[in-house]
């Protein structure tokens, strides 16, 4: 998928300008490569199509947590959505207030929620009845009185992927209308915990607004009662276009159905994909190239454990090659892991492939370096920032001794 930041300029696939072959000579493969500009598009186009609701932008770092990343999105007024104490503490590190984070997460440990309480994060959404009474008794004890959102499982099957699917009862996450009824009509037992919100997050990459439409109305069904019950945090899941068959909503068509049902409301959002996936691209290089019952195989040097989504989820991302040329041959991309879900994409559609040929594998912002891992002693990419008609190095490549620094033998 090519856009106004990835595309071929006098045959060559570049960032803004900037030739990705300069890049991988320098860097070598595989090595993710981001756009400035494509990330701020992105950010932009949201806040501008939620800005009739006065929606407060949270960027989910689960996405991607590259420090680099978060500055320059907090550096557009996005505050941060963190899962772990681990993410609270990186969007620190890269210099966001704590009051701008919002602490997320079904399995919160005590140790976790004592730092959150510390630093002083400006949100928590509670999932759970014992996670409530937990925090309430830490905040306590730490004198703290923290806003708390209770999610809302509103028991709405969205339409995607089962894995990325949260809001029905099958899921863990959230509480049922039940459970949220009864905390509120007894928040005189959780004294040291402000509850004025409420969140719902039926899953990413939504096809049908309508799901989210009836999601907020169940979440404010449960509000209605409690005139100072007036924050929602409607989440994220804005879909992204990986191939070019997709079609979902466009963040425009969620901001205008939303509309008439939540003046008078504060808003929260804590979209990610939609702001990181098409701004990045894995690159990788061909290793070796085989036909094999009847199939073309290109054996790379990008695997599963750069980019894991293809294996945990069937997702199909394009592979374009760093040249261009008229289309040959459909071919089956995959990677040197000793697994057989190793393969990036089974139908690619590529030109007549030499060992030593550079691919892109595109749409790979989001969720990619996330959740790369070492698997088969594998050592992570490198991550690049496209800037201008500059590029930096944002994260160097991992070496066999990094990998080994933390063991005792």
């Not at 068509?253 to 049902?261: D, R, T, V």
């Amino acid at each position: 998928m090519l856009n106004d930041s990835f595309r071929y300029q006098n045959g060559e696939l570049t960032c803004d300008g900037v030739l990705l072959r300069e890049i991988t000579a320098s860097q070598g493969t595989p090595t993710y490569v981001y756009s400035a500009n494509r990330l701020i598009q992105n950010a932009q186009r949201l806040q501008q199509a939620f800005a009739p609701l006065g929606a407060t932008l949270h960027y989910s770092l689960k996405a991607n947590n590259n420090l680099a990343i978060i500055r320059l999105l907090a550096g557009l007024g996005l505050g941060m959505d963190a899962v772990s104490a681990g993410e609270i503490y990186r969007a620190q590190q890269a210099g966001v207030d704590p009051s701008h984070i919002v602490f997320a997460g079904v399995g919160k440990t005590r140790e976790e929620l004592t730092y959150a309480l510390q630093v002083g994060v400006g949100w928590f959404n509670v999932e759970s009845h014992g996670e409530l009474h937990l925090l309430n008794q830490l905040a306590g004890a730490l004198k703290k009185y923290p806003s708390v959102a209770l999610r809302l499982n509103p028991d709405v099957q969205a339409k995607t992927h089962h894995h990325i699917a949260t809001g029905h009862f099958g899921a863990k996450f959230g509480m049922s209308a039940e459970t949220i009824a009864h905390i509120l009509a007894h928040r005189a037992e959780t004294p040291h915990l402000n509850i004025h919100g409420l969140h719902v997050h039926i899953g990413s990459q939504l096809g049908d607004v309508n799901e989210t439409v009836e999601a907020v109305r169940r979440a404010q069904q449960i509000a209605d009662p409690y005139p100072d019950l007036r924050t929602l945090n409607i989440g994220g899941g804005f879909p992204v276009r990986y191939v070019e068959r997709d079609e979902y909503p466009q963040p425009e068509h969620f901001a205008h159905a939303l509309a008439p049902i939540l003046s008078g409301w504060q808003v929260m959002m804590e979209p990610g994909r939609s702001i990181v996936a098409d701004a990045g691209a894995l690159l990788i290089s061909v290793l070796y190239l085989k036909d094999q019952a009847g199939q073309h195989f290109a054996i790379t040097d990008g695997s599963m454990t750069e980019l894991i989504r293809p294996a945990l989820y069937e997702a199909v991302h394009p592979i374009l090659p760093m040249k261009n040329a008229p289309v040959t041959q459909k071919m089956i991309i995959v990677g040197p892991v000793c697994e057989s879900t190793d393969v990036l994409n089974r139908e690619a559609m590529l030109p007549t492939l030499q060992t030593g040929d550079l691919l892109a594998v595109m749409v790979a912002g989001a969720y990619g370096m996330v959740m790369a891992s070492n698997y088969n002693m594998r050592t992570r990419p490198a991550e690049i920032l496209v800037e201008g008609d500059q590029w930096r190095v944002v994260r160097r490549r991992e070496t066999w001794d990094d990998l080994l620094r933390q063991e005792l033998s």
